[in-house]
């Protein structure tokens, strides 16, 4: 979107005041360097050190093995793809990878548009006040933590929660949401709704204030009428944005959260509420299954990298930006 | 770069940039442009009869469940349960929360990783962002590959857990603060916001022999309180909502953080284990009821960020959209 044009600074005849000796450099940016390092260090051990340990994928992971988890890694034994056979002869895995697919699905059908129908509900809204006050409430739940929100819709939808007493209090059949493994797909997304969909109008937002507003009166003069002009003024203005979420959407296909369903998975059973990431904390990290476990995250991220550059492709295809370009450093 | 503005001007750009984060300034606008079709009475009804019912959805559930912690038993036992409309202020539940016991212990747990863990991630955060932030210095294209590599390739679940634990990081406090202090996604929404203060500033700083930890205090700081203060909450929220790395790693449940101990208490329906001691104090009932209980750590569990978000808010469409800019 708003990637500044100027050539780096480095490569403009004013900007070479840098040496190139590398010495010399060193003296001058150390302070930078040290200020890096500490971060740098952090990703060191708890990112690149473990990311190695995905092939652990290959192995028969015993961590008994010598005195540190490197030296188990070193000396366990490595069986090929032995644990992906097992992996995929397991059905709770297909279950599991059935589950997360169809979520995403679902979500990306009646979740993804609800940001966008609610911010241009908010951009109509003419009272500046009325505006900031919704913006303030409905931005609130993406602050809380996925065991607030579930214990909200607990005591609201649940079994013992309000809907319930007051339906049995009119003497009708009290209706459990929270535990039905055959609606469970609409109320995590429901959950998510209320969690996110006011965040995620953020973007369209700006999104929608950055359309100039004299394309509207052109087209209104010349005879568009609102709905000739929310198609062909407003959606395409907001085309970059929604290609550019999509695509970060498709490549996360394969991870719909996890503390979300970790937490009502008891309540629903596994046959509805295990996704791939709970699959891999019940069926691997649990029993031990390091090697299986392992499997499962790596299948998770090869197929996730592949989703998303082939989303980005297709994005380019359509004549999109994508990803790529946001990164210039 | 070849015509350098001037001071006065770096100092005006910069103004101009901090005023983008606040609120656009209230304006009238009429209910349609005299070129709009005049909006139909019942579609005006509607879209606001949709934004409320939006608002109503949010507050709705909050409201009841503070009510709820403040009822008694008797309304509890005559509604049946969650209460709406409050007949009385009931502080029971809370004193007996308060008084000690699993509640208050998780809530100080809560309270000293949100804030050491935020206060780190933020020093990580700011000093590497500088680090990063300074065109053409040594090394800084092999070590953004470095930071922004991470987005691609990643440990999974197995890997990361058997790291953690192998440094003998189970069952301390420390494995919910160390593992995930640095996000790279905020480091590079401050490090974009460091790259957009006037270079002149920095320069001419540099030349009066500003060493660049004076630079990053006395000048890049204080020009970037906002995307600070919106990573700050980011980090904040991330803390306090910590819920998986609790389950992973802490089994010892007197150091379970707020998060976990809610969700054994709500979900799990474990009954809240608050110090047994009656409480002999005039107007509180000795053992308030269990759900006035219950939706009591549930209202501790939310104030916090209820409390912070009014300082912050104001700054979200900016710190978002550069996050979606350059996410």
């Known amino acids: ?329 | 770069m070849t015509t350098p503005p001037t001071l006065v001007n770096g100092q005006l750009e910069s103004r101009a940039a901090i005023a983008l984060e606040r609120p656009e300034a209230p304006r009238a606008r009429r209910s349609h442009n005299n070129w709009e079709e005049r909006p139909l009475l019942i579609e005006r009804f509607g879209k606001t009869a949709l934004l409320t019912l939006v608002v109503l959805a949010v507050l709705f559930p909050m409201w009841s469940v503070v009510v709820t912690s403040l009822a008694s038993r008797t309304t509890i036992n005559q509604v049946g349960g969650m209460v709406v409309i409050p007949r009385e202020l009931d502080l029971s539940a809370y004193v007996t929360m308060f008084y000690g016991g699993q509640v208050s212990r998780a809530l100080w747990t809560s309270v000293l990783i949100t804030v050491g863990g935020t206060a780190l991630s933020l020093a990580l955060t700011v000093l590497a962002a500088y680090g990063l932030s300074r065109p053409g210095s040594l090394g800084q294209r092999f070590l953004l590959i470095y930071f922004l590599l991470t987005f691609l390739i990643y440990p999974s679940l197995v890997p990361s857990y058997l790291v953690v634990t192998g440094l003998g990081l189970k069952d301390s406090l420390w494995a919910l603060i160390i593992p995930g202090a640095l996000s790279v996604f905020n480091l590079m929404l401050v490090r974009t916001f460091f790259m957009g203060i006037p270079s002149e500033l920095i320069d001419s700083a540099r030349m009066d022999g500003a060493s660049e930890w004076r630079i990053l205090w006395s000048i890049v700081l204080p020009l970037s309180k906002a995307v600070v203060a919106v990573v700050g909450l980011f980090y904040a929220v991330g803390y306090w909502n910590a819920y998986f790395n609790a389950v992973l790693y802490i089994d010892d449940n007197d150091l379970w953080p707020i998060q976990r101990v809610l969700q054994s208490f709500i979900l799990a329906g474990q009954s809240p284990h608050v110090a047994g001691t009656p409480i002999n104090l005039p107007g509180l009932t000795a053992y308030p009821p269990t759900l006035a209980i219950k939706m009591a750590v549930v209202v501790v569990t939310v104030l916090p960020a209820l409390l912070v978000y009014p300082f912050v808010q104001r700054h979200f469409t900016r710190g978002v959209l550069l996050g979606a800019i350059k996410g």
């Open chain 1, 1 to 329: 979107m708003a990637v500044p044009s100027s050539p780096p600074a480095a490569l403009s005849p004013g900007g070479r005041s840098y040496p190139s000796q590398w010495r010399a450099r060193l003296r001058r940016d150390w302070p930078l360097l040290a200020m890096t390092a500490p971060a740098a260090l952090l990703l060191l051990v708890f990112h690149y050190v473990p990311t190695p340990g995905n092939l652990i994928a290959f192995q028969d992971y015993n961590p008994f093995l010598g005195d540190s988890a490197l030296d188990a890694f070193l000396q366990s034994e490595w069986v090929g793809l032995a644990n992906f056979e097992t992996l995929f002869s397991d059905p709770s895995f297909w279950e599991a990878l059935r589950n997360t697919l169809a979520i995403t699905l679902f979500q990306l059908v009646f979740f993804f548009p609800l940001p966008i129908v609610l911010a241009l509900l908010l951009h109509g809204v003419a009272s500046p006040r009325w505006r900031a006050f919704i913006q303030n409430v409905i931005y609130l739940p993406h602050f809380f933590s996925w065991v607030l929100v579930i214990t909200f819709f607990v005591q609201m939808l649940g079994g013992a929660g309000l809907l319930a007493q007051e339906l049995r209090q009119h003497g009708m059949q009290p209706w459990n949401l929270i535990t039905n493994p055959s609606t469970f797909i609409v109320l995590v997304t429901a959950e998510a709704v209320w969690k996110d969909v006011g965040w995620g109008s953020i973007v369209f937002l700006a999104a929608l204030s950055a359309i100039d507003p004299s394309l509207y009166e052109a087209a209104a003069v010349d005879g568009a009428g609102r709905w000739r002009r929310l198609w062909h003024i407003t959606l395409p203005g907001l085309r970059p944005v929604i290609v550019l979420l999509g695509i970060l959407r498709l490549g996360d296909a394969l991870s719909v959260g996890f503390e979300q369903y970790l937490l009502q998975r008891d309540a629903v059973g596994q046959q509805a509420a295990e996704v791939l990431d709970t699959f891999v904390y019940y069926h691997a990290l649990l029993p031990q299954q390091w090697g299986v476990g392992a499997a499962a995250g790596l299948f998770k991220s090869v197929v996730g990298l592949v989703l998303i550059l082939g989303a980005n492709r297709l994005a380019h295809r359509l004549g999109e930006a994508g990803i790529y370009q946001t990164g210039r450093t």
